[in-house]
């Protein structure tokens, strides 16, 4: 698998896009998705909570266990992917695009995100 | 998303607790399952395949055509001798003595307490062997216990865990893809039986069992018999959509189909009656059996005084229960759950749970699980929650 380079990484395996208009977007990666396996259920952050940079917002439940799911920025929900809420099975099918969790209006940044190829060495060692 | 979120996944799947041994055992078909791309987990000290792709998929394919599994982690115990029957009839719950040569029963061993060490398959393969199949978690307390109470019987008790792999086919597909790779008398097989035959060239004990609701066979072959066998299962079933499964589907068939696994519903503290499975201990047999007194007066304790009823769940929501959160009504605690997975088939959560007897009734009222805080309600209903169409 592959991370793409246009992404940011957390160390906790979600990405971060790119903000447009102070928006970035947020999910988990292939790699999560595939530890994970089929995720069933998906609680998001509320539109218009505000969430912070590796606190808990939300879950996703697979077949086996349950996982909390971390920001890994600071600021203002200001959309979820209802898409995802209907049909988790899109966060396996398809993690850095259709399968996006939440947006996210970013107040803060915090200094250790990964680019691509450092999260893929962590995830190899 | 957090590292240990994932370490505790990895590690998430039924009974898990450490071997003795630290050193990890791996099956014959071991290469097998990595050049498949197969995720692997820790499973009673092997490393077994979790899931090949997506474990609803593999799921669905059991229900609905075929899957293969590799089972070579059960324990396989052979007992041999003129006293075999009557060592087998002490040492375990069931009559074990009136299973036909050929046939196979599903039975227990328990404790002198009437705790029960381990659920069993035991087939008769003749007059005067028997081959036990322990779960892998309790191969050796088997063999011990076993072991322990063959004194004085005419009997050896022989570890044969490292004689087999154990190859499984199940789905309503499973009978057509065998019949092609084998001259067996399939259609004579029933189910819980047992023959030797040749499968794909190579010898095999083919069994009609499994642990996943539907028809399908278990073939226990030499493992250096396993990759062959392996691979002429899934070209024989390469038209009719068999796929290779892991212990995950295996775990939401079972409990679907209302099937305990040990550590969840089955451990030392419960006895069979406890568990509802009251009916494996034959008070009737002839002689002496280990537990005998205990299991009688837990007979009829569970008649006076019903103890916790092992019921199902149906989630009205989707969080999903899992084993050890608690049941609730009325803001009492009055269960436990020992299995919950997100059911594939009937598409919402379900568990298995000991309930208070006043609460166990299908259709009870106000019945929660607390997930994590909060209780999310649930119907009660009987077991199991999936029976197929015969």
């Known amino acids: 698998m592959s991370n793409p380079h246009h992404l940011r990484y957390s160390k906790e395996h979600e990405w971060l896009s790119a903000a447009e208009d102070g928006v970035s977007t947020v999910g988990i990666t292939e790699f999560a998705a595939n530890a994970l396996g089929d995720v069933v259920y ?84 | 998303m957090g590292r240990n979120d994932l370490a505790r996944h990895a590690f998430a799947l039924g009974d898990d607790r450490p071997m003795s041994s630290t050193e990890i055992r791996r099956t014959a078909l071991d290469a097998l399952h990595r050049s498949l791309g197969a995720t692997m987990t820790d499973f009673a000290g092997w490393d077994m395949p979790l899931r090949y792709g997506s474990e609803r998929d593999e799921h669905v394919a059991v229900r609905t055509k075929a899957g293969l599994f590799d089972l070579s982690h059960m324990g396989e115990i052979t007992v041999t001798g003129p006293q075999a029957a009557a060592l087998l009839n002490f040492a375990l719950v069931g009559n074990i003595a009136s299973v036909g040569v050929g046939r196979a029963r599903y039975t227990m061993i328990c404790q002198a307490d009437g705790g ?199 989630a009205e929501g989707r969080r999903v229960p899992r084993s050890g959160y608690t049941v609730v009504a009325g803001g009492e605690v009055i269960g436990e759950v020992t299995s919950g997975a997100p059911s594939p088939t009937l598409g919402k959560p379900i568990a298995m749970a000991y309930v208070d007897a006043a609460h166990a009734a299908p259709g009870t009222e106000g019945v929660g699980v607390d997930i994590r805080g909060s209780h999310e309600p649930y119907e009660v209903v009987a077991l199991p929650f999936y029976k197929r169409q015969k």
């Not at chain 2, 065998?178 to 259609?187: G, M, P």
């Not at chain 2, 250096?224 to 009719?240: C, I, R």
């Open chain 2, 116 to 314: 029960i060490l381990d659920d069993l398959i035991v087939y008769r393969l003749a007059e005067t062997e028997y081959m036990v199949v322990a779960n892998a978690s309790n191969a050796q307390v088997v063999l011990d216990a076993l072991t322990e109470r063959a004194a004085g019987f005419d009997a050896e008790v022989r570890d044969d865990r490292d004689a087999y792999a154990l190859i499984a086919v199940q789905g309503p597909e499973s009978p057509g893809i065998l019949k092609s790779v084998t001259d067996a008398d399939l259609d004579g097989l029933k189910y819980y039986a047992g023959l030797p035959g040749t499968v794909a060239g190579v010898p095999a004990l083919i069994a009609r069992t499994g642990y996943t609701g539907e028809d399908g066979f278990e073939l226990f072959v030499k493992p250096e018999h396993a990759v062959e066998l392996w691979q002429a299962l899934t070209e024989a079933g390469e038209g009719v959509g068999l796929v290779p499964c892991g212990l995950s589907c295996r775990d939401t068939l079972r409990l679907e189909a209302g099937m305990p696994l040990y550590g969840h519903e089955l451990t030392t503290s419960l006895t069979p009656f406890d568990a509802g499975l009251g009916r494996v201990v034959k008070f009737e047999k002839e002689g002496d059996f280990v537990g005998r007194e205990a299991l009688a007066a837990a007979a009829a304790k569970a008649q006076e005084n019903p103890p916790r009823v092992l019921v199902g769940l149906i």
């Open chain 1, 42 to 125: 998906a609680q998001l952050p509320d539109v218009g909570s505000t969430v912070a940079a590796g606190e808990t917002c939300g879950e996703l439940e697979s077949t086996k266990s349950v996982s909390d799911l971390y920001s890994p920025v600071t600021g203002e929900i200001t959309e979820i992917n209802e898409d995802v809420v209907n049909d988790p099975s899109l966060v396996n099918s398809a993690p850095f695009e259709g399968g996006w969790l939440f947006k996210v209006r970013v107040t803060e940044e915090p200094a250790d995100l990964l680019s691509a190829d450092e999260y893929t060495a962590q995830n190899a060692g």
